[in-house]
């Protein structure tokens, strides 16, 4: 059986010891605000924001290195592809290509707020261990189906991942190597069909399995939350937070 990665959830942090339903509505409150910003200074200030955050949950500096870096590949090509593409007053110029000035704003705000998204999600939702998670959703009333959805990816994912590595080595093993042919597409395409069949037959017997043991759409746990003053201090600090990023957002707004 794949293991879960829960690297995060370990620890004693202001963060980790906060109750897990106050983490979840905090990390909806700012990281939806974040996500509808149009200006530049409130996304730094949401930025900044997810850092204390970070620092507050005492993450390993590394690991939250690594999980910003696989996030700031993509964002690499929007720096190749939106300074060009986006019209407006012209900034820069290589050759036939000209970078507009609203090109490069955009493509900044872009940047700073898919990296102060990511960083409030690792401080307030990776922190919650798996089995916290669902309980913690519905107890806020999220729908079960999403519930669902989510936990099951999550706890499988690592599964198929399984899956899929012991079918590369099986291709290796047979003296496959990746080439740019179509007898290479081909292989990658029976690949991945062959990981769709598999991931299929898994979910129908886990859900067989699921239903044999009783399970009627609900996620019983043991563990009994209880939130304490501490926790709703959390909870106004990050409402504070949020407020001070809509009123920048607003104020910004009300310049221009």
């Avoid at 990281?31 to 970070?54: D, E, K, Q």
């Avoid at 029976?190 to 598999?198: A, F, Q």
């Amino acid at each position: 059986m794949a293991a879960i990665d829960e690297s995060f959830t370990w620890g004693d942090s202001l963060i980790h010891t906060t109750d897990p339903r106050v983490r979840l509505a905090c990390a909806v409150m700012i990281t939806v605000i974040t996500a509808l910003l149009r200006s530049p200074a409130p996304a730094v200030a949401a930025l900044a924001g997810g850092a204390i955050l970070v620092a507050l949950a005492a993450l390993p500096f590394g690991a939250v290195l690594r999980r910003l870096a696989m996030v700031n590949v993509f964002i690499v090509f929007l720096w190749l592809f939106l300074p060009f593409s986006t019209p407006g007053d012209e900034l820069l110029r290589f050759g036939p290509l000209t970078a507009t000035r609203q090109g490069i704003d955009l493509t900044l705000l872009i940047t700073l707020k898919s990296n102060a998204i990511v960083l409030t999600l690792l401080s307030l939702m990776a922190t919650i261990a798996v089995q916290d998670l669902g309980p913690a959703m519905q107890q806020l009333k999220v729908p079960r189906k999403l519930c669902h959805i989510l936990l099951f990816t999550y706890r499988y994912i690592f599964v198929i991942h399984k899956e899929y590595l012991t079918m590369r080595r099986a291709m290796a093993a047979r003296g496959f190597t990746p080439r740019t042919d179509r007898h290479t597409y081909r292989a990658f395409a029976w690949l991945v069909g062959m990981l769709l069949v598999k991931s299929w037959d898994r979910a129908e017997r886990v859900h067989a399995a699921m239903r044999c043991r009783g399970f009627r759409g609900r996620f019983y746990t043991l563990t009994r939350f209880a939130a304490t003053a501490r926790d709703f201090i959390f909870l106004a600090g990050c409402a504070a937070l949020a407020a001070s990023i809509l009123w920048l957002e607003i104020a910004r707004r009300g310049a221009a």
